[in-house]
């Protein structure tokens, strides 16, 4: 997968790379909710049964990441520069920081 990219380069606002824990979490608590409202209800009851709500388990806001935006690729490019620009000592190693960045950014 080295080659693969990025189609959509949309990226989240806080630092977690992840959500798969508030995730598997969410499911879980999902479930249980369902399992316990299945299980009391009665046999009449099933035929008008409604599922659990996402909202009624989980606020998304309380999960690692806020939300997400847009960084274009002009955007990335400039603010690739910007930080080779603080970082490196010399243009070679500025070139070779951007070069990163960027990789590391359109990268999976």
Known sequence: MSRSRRRNPIRGICISSSERWDKKAWHRRFRTRERQVLASASPEA????L???????????AM?????FY???KEQAASAEWSAERE???????AALKK???HKWMGK
């Open 100 to 102: 990163r960045l960027m």
């Open 51 to 61: 599922p659990v709500l996402e909202r009624e388990v989980s606020n998304v806001w």
């Open 88 to 94: 490196g000592q010399n243009p070679h190693e500025r």
């Open 64 to 68: 690692e990441k806020d939300g997400h």
């Open 71 to 73: 960084l274009s690729l």
């Open 46 to 49: 099933l035929e008008a049964h």
